[in-house]
């Protein structure tokens, strides 16, 4: 069984730019979330991925998107990227609701926005 | 209503010491209350977590508390250990919250 995994580890961008980051959900698991964690702080909730539709969004623009893809895999698309975008993305995934079952978290994605 | 309050929010501890961190949720739908642990670099891990039906869990060197009529739930560390130095999230979801609510961390040191 293999775990959450995320790519690119890390990402440098500049102002403007778009950015998709990727992730594999562990094995069995077929809900995925998004979370930002700005350093110091504990990750917000992006938004979450049920059976390939979203469920749930938390307080992030429009500009913040994603994807689920059949075998659930999933990403996350930011546009128009801003230096607050800066943070560690992180990806977890679930059988079921994130709210209510265990999220196992990938080891994230190191975004930096210049 | 959607906060998760956690507190302290950095804590020094003896090896051999106990470890208390404490979190407080407003939300009463709340149902799940889970613990992770993270270390520089990495992504949260958990490590334990609770439901309201019951008042603690234990799960080895680590306990939650829960006391539903205040709203709040501790994490107890025993015999902490300098591996324990980390930083530790508590969290909040259940109800129609279909994600988890995050506490701002505590970044506990545990000196030899």
């Known amino acids: 069984e293999t775990g959450v995994t995320q790519s690119p580890t890390h990402l440098i961008k500049t102002r403007g730019q778009q950015v998709t980051l990727r992730c594999s959900s562990q094995?069995?698991?077929?809900?995925v979330s998004w979370y930002q964690q700005a350093l110091g702080q504990g990750p917000q909730f992006i938004f979450q991925?049920?059976?390939?539709?979203?469920?749930g969004r938390g307080n992030f623009p429009p500009r913040f998107s994603g994807l689920q893809f059949p075998n659930y895999s999933s990403e996350l698309n930011v546009n128009a990227l801003e230096l607050d975008d800066s943070a560690l993305y992180l990806c977890a995934s679930s059988t079921g609701l994130a709210g209510t079952n265990t999220q196992y978290f990938g080891p994230g994605t190191r975004l930096t926005v210049l | 209503q959607q906060q998760v309050k956690q507190s302290p929010q950095s804590l020094i501890v003896q090896k051999g010491g106990i470890s208390i961190i404490n979190c407080a949720y407003e939300n009463t739908a709340f149902d799940y209350f889970p613990w992770y642990q993270q270390f520089p670099g990495k992504g949260p891990a958990l490590l334990i977590a609770?439901?309201?039906?019951?008042s603690e869990k234990k799960e080895g060197r680590f306990t939650i508390s829960f006391n539903k009529s205040a709203k709040q739930f501790s994490l107890h560390i025993m015999d902490s250990q300098p591996g324990d130095s980390a930083t530790y999230f508590c969290a909040a979801g259940g109800g129609s919250q279909g994600n988890l609510i995050f506490g701002k961390g505590t970044k506990l040191s545990v000196k030899p």
């Open positions: 094995s069995g698991h077929n809900t």
């Open positions: 991925y049920y059976r390939e539709e979203e469920n």
């Open positions: 609770i439901r309201p039906d019951v």
